[in-house]
């Protein structure tokens, strides 16, 4: 009965070494798996940390493309005033045109108003001599019934 007994106490000598041993195991294994869990979330944060590199990259780029896009539109307004001051100074090169040829025109009607006033004139004058003429000729003539009676 005596080695029965020690048979019994070495295999519970044994189990509790075995549960030692896997109790070990089962904490080892949790850290495994723990282990295991920090890897995995290093390395989703680590992708997240590149996403967020090739995020902050395209912000970059969408501010630099925001920046040319907003130079774009200055240069858009720019040109677009650019082509309503040259329309403008058409419009003030057909206007000074205008104005000069108003000018020519002008000058063209003065002197036109002085011709037609000197025609005028003329004509008066014309008047006035055919007038002298027939006053002469009516003068010659009762001039000469006096010459004749005598």
Do not use: H
Not at 40 to 49: A, Q, T
Not at 119 to 126: F, M
Not at 128 to 149: C, G, I, Q, W, Y
């Amino acid at each position: 009965e005596e080695l029965v007994l020690k048979d019994s106490l070495n295999e519970l000598d044994v189990l509790k070494l075995s549960l030692k041993d896997e109790l070990v195991l089962k904490d080892s294994l949790k850290e495994l798996d723990v282990l295991r869990l920090s890897l995995s979330v290093e390395l989703v944060l680590k992708d997240s940390l590149k996403l967020l590199d090739v995020l902050k990259l395209s912000l970059s780029e969408e501010l630099v493309l925001k920046d040319s896009l907003n130079e774009l539109d200055v240069l858009k307004l720019s040109l677009k005033d650019e082509l309503v001051l040259k329309d403008s100074l058409k419009e003030l090169d057909v206007l000074r045109l205008s104005l000069s040829a108003e000018l020519v025109l002008k000058d063209s009607l003065n002197e036109l108003d002085v011709l037609r006033l000197s025609l005028s004139e003329e004509r008066v004058l014309k008047d006035s001599l055919n007038e002298l003429v027939v006053l002469r000729l009516s003068l010659k003539e009762a001039v000469v019934p006096e010459d004749t009676m005598k």
